[in-house]
């Protein structure tokens, strides 16, 4: 059977920046490297915390220890476990959320806050379907379809592989069925607090929600 789970962090920025280093040495050797490239404090400690969410589960699922863990990552940058073809995972994270989706079925995620400002409308004008932007200009509050249609979006382009080559309109979601116009696949949507949040993945797959990490 397909399935997917989902984990997410909120993160104590307090806790992490208290346990930064002795946390960091712990990490997996390139996640070690790309923290400290952060000059960041605060984007340091959000790439940490998905270090840890990942190499944690690695080891649950699969019994690889932290620094046995190797990344690959295809020609358009999204990263897979060297040597494991059947595991697949996306990380995502937006301001003090982070998610993790794993399991062994090809998959995309993507976490956004809530908003739909006057450069947001613009986009979705000029970047979205002519049914997704009226379906977003049909609501007097816009946050929630604008923030739910991006991160749809998102979420099928990570779960594509492709990138940023695809242009926006050159497909099209559709939020109240939770589908990609044409193509097997299902998207889930939902929110915690002021964050929304989407899953792409194959048709037949299941989903399961472990959240907070």
């Known amino acids: 059977m397909k399935e997917i789970k989902v984990v997410y962090n909120r993160i104590d920025f307090d806790y992490y920046q208290e346990s930064f280093g002795d946390l960091v040495k712990n990490l997996y ?28 589960t690695v080891k649950r699922e699969l019994g690889i220890d932290a620094f046995d863990i190797v990344l690959e990552k295809n020609e358009n940058g999204k990263p897979s476990l060297a040597g494991y073809p059947e595991f697949h995972f996306n990380l995502s994270h ?10 062994n079925s090809p998959v995309g995620i993507d976490v956004e806050k809530l908003r739909c400002g006057k450069k947001d409308i613009n986009v979705a004008k000029r970047c979205f379907t002519k049914r997704e932007y009226e379906y977003i200009l049909e609501e007097e509050t816009k946050e929630h379809r604008f923030t739910s249609i991006w991160t749809m979006k998102e979420a099928y382009l990570k779960y594509k592989a492709t990138g940023i080559s695809v ?6 979601v559709n939020p109240e069925k939770g589908i990609v116009e044409g193509e097997d696949l299902k998207i889930y949507t939902g929110q915690i607090g002021e964050y929304i949040y989407s899953l792409c993945v194959e048709g037949d797959c299941e989903v399961f929600y472990d959240f907070e990490f």
């Open 94 to 103: 937006s301001g003090e959320m982070v998610f993790l989706a794993y399991g």
């Open 29 to 56: 050797p390139s996640r070690q490297e790309a923290v400290r490239r952060f000059k960041n404090k605060e984007a340091a400690i959000v790439s940490l915390v998905a270090g840890i969410m990942l190499q944690d």
């Open 167 to 172: 242009p926006l309109n050159s497909f099209e």
